[in-house]
């Protein structure tokens, strides 16, 4: 998605909107869940529950009645422990204090806390934010003292809230939608994404990359169906091991 963004020309046309709060999800009576962290050595969190995770985005997000507890008392529930929640918080309040539908100087902060992500159990968040912070040109470098002081109130917590409460339910993540689509041959092809972009792009000044990468999505869009017809028409033999 970053090469896409930095690619010449998609900046200018896109408005993107990134919300930091991945496969988490509320405990809820209906739901259920428990806020209690049991990790493996690699960092996931073995209380954590897929059903509970659909459950509460059906119930919250995808309804046009969310049940009362669907973002607090309860504890928030992450999928990689309590280290994954903190970095979603920082993300969170700087989108709070770039404003949340300024996202050009948010992207590179984004970019560079998820590039210094680090080990799943190290306590590094403030650390990273200030390092992102600093990096030459950053929106943040004199606006340290408004996210700290959000990352570390009720501010926080309401920008957590505010991730949540755009965060449909999805299959997993990354989950990247174009207009409300999920890009063709997303999953098979590196720039899928990129290529919807250009396919749904109706303006005059398209981004130089979109001539070629139209041209390759139609090919592997007329490979992938050449290919499903003759498994269908049983053209296609599947080695057996």
Request: negative net charge; aromatic residues 12%; proline residues 6%.
């Amino acid at each position: 998605l970053n090469a896409m963004i930095t690619s010449p020309g998609f900046a200018d046309i896109l408005n993107v909107r990134q919300f930091s709060f991945g496969n988490h999800y509320y405990v809820t009576k209906k739901c259920g869940g428990t806020g209690a962290i049991n990790q493996t050595a690699t960092g996931y969190n073995l209380n954590y529950s897929t059903e509970a995770r659909h459950c509460w985005a059906n119930n919250c997000i995808n309804t046009a009645e969310p049940m009362d507890d669907c973002f607090g008392p309860g504890l928030i529930v992450t999928q990689h422990g309590p280290k994954e929640m903190v970095y979603n918080k920082m993300q969170a309040c700087a989108q709070k204090v770039a404003g949340y539908d300024n996202w050009q100087p948010y992207w590179p902060f984004l970019v560079c806390t998820e590039a210094n992500y680090g080990s799943p159990f190290d306590s590094n968040v403030v650390e990273t934010a200030t390092k992102c912070a600093e990096e030459e040109g950053s929106f943040y470098q004199d606006k340290m003292p408004d996210l700290y002081s959000c990352f570390e109130g009720s501010d926080g917590d309401e920008a957590l809230v505010q991730m949540a409460k755009n965060t449909f339910d999805h299959p997993g993540t990354p989950t990247i939608l174009v207009n409300g689509d999920v890009p063709m041959l997303s999953g098979f092809w590196g720039d899928a994404g990129a290529a919807e972009v250009c396919s749904q792009y109706s303006g005059s000044s398209p981004p130089p990359a979109c001539a070629d990468l139209l041209e390759k999505r139609t090919k592997f869009l007329y490979e992938t169906e050449k290919a499903i017809e003759g498994i269908v028409n049983g053209n296609v033999t599947c080695r057996k091991n």
